[in-house]
């Protein structure tokens, strides 16, 4: 009696796979196990939105969280600074006074979640992996901020002003200023002393950081150089601040995914983007009349590289405000439901000269104002 030949598996081929199917990476297999894992995550959107924050049943080991705090361990390792925050899932992101952790919002732990995110707001906030290490060094500065009390120093509150300031609702940043670095969007160190230190860190931390080169002629240099020497003298020191506690903690939040939403966007009012609305309808198409054309977001963003560039070279202008111009474009042009209706040549010489006359209205007006 012959026995069966064991199936035998091509190296590089995932068994059950058709031939010629391309493997799973590391990222889609960890959402299946999630979609797995959770009984909710193949829920209907309307019967979703309907679930508790707090039956998520969610913490920071799920998505893509626990790689993201790795990666900022090691940086934090690399420059030798002996604290680490600890971390845990909210509403939001923030770091607390008094508090030297960071919370991290919930829908970045699991893909249907940052879906969702995306359907209701349009946007993920850090639901990419650079923006996601990006807004983790910026959280890290304020942790170490609170965790060894920098905020006292004198030298600090010489350079970055006092953090006992008000915190505002909004603020309306000068995009041409250069007492400031520039990180996360929306020149958001501008927003508040404790923000400019932050941010200021998170340049400092990022591996390969040419700080030293970028900001060579700028005033915000010696705000680098600080927090250079200031790392340096408290690296391997004990914090005094030790507290572990989770404050607005996700197991706490009764509220519901309708809910959250109603009131982020309530809070998020748009009212301040929509000045270029009329601009962008000149140039692009409701998507209502012209069914089945391409999306004007999408188009922005695969010419984006070319029209970045040519922008960069004709305004002169740091990279930063060039990038702030091409998310206000993407972003209202996928909320007004654009589509490109025109010859593809002409819609990009009209896309680049659209997007100049902001670039420039931008920084000659200054009047763009952000919630915080």
Known sequence: MSKKKARQTRPGRVPGTKRGARRPTVERRRNLVLRRQFWWADLPHETLLDLRLCDLGLDTSHGRVPAALARLDDELARRGIRFRPHCWLSEDWFSPDGVPGIAIPFYLAHPRLTRLERRMMHEVEGGNVRWLRRILRHEAGHAIDTAYRLRRRKHWRELFGLASEPYPVSYVPRPGSRRYVMHLGHWYAQSHPTEDFAE?????????????????????????????????????????????????????????????????????????????????????????????????????????????????????????????????????????????????????????????????????????????
Request: with cysteine.
């Open 200 to 372: 200021t860190f998170a340049v400092w931390l990022a591996p390969n950081s040419t700080w030293r080169n970028d900001y060579a002629d700028w005033p915000a240099l010696k705000k680098l150089v600080y927090v250079d020497e200031l790392m340096a003298d408290i690296h391997d020191a004990p914090p005094p601040v030790r507290s572990r506690k989770h404050i607005e903690p996700l197991r706490e939040s009764r509220i519901t995914l309708r809910q959250y939403y109603e009131e982020k966007r309530a809070y998020y009012d748009t009212s301040e983007t929509d000045r270029y609305d009329q601009r962008l309808k000149q140039v692009f198409a409701s998507r209502a009349r012209h069914p089945g054309r391409p999306a004007a977001s999408t188009f922005i963003r695969q010419v984006r590289p070319q029209l970045q560039r040519l922008l960069i070279r004709r305004s002169r202008l740091h990279p930063y405000l060039v990038n702030n111009v091409m998310r206000i474009a993407i972003q209202r042009t996928r909320d007004l439901d654009l589509c490109v209706h025109r010859p593809v040549r002409e819609t990009k010489r009209e896309t680049f000269r659209l997007l100049e006359r902001i670039l420039f209205d931008s920084v000659r007006r200054g009047r763009e104002r952000y919630a915080l």
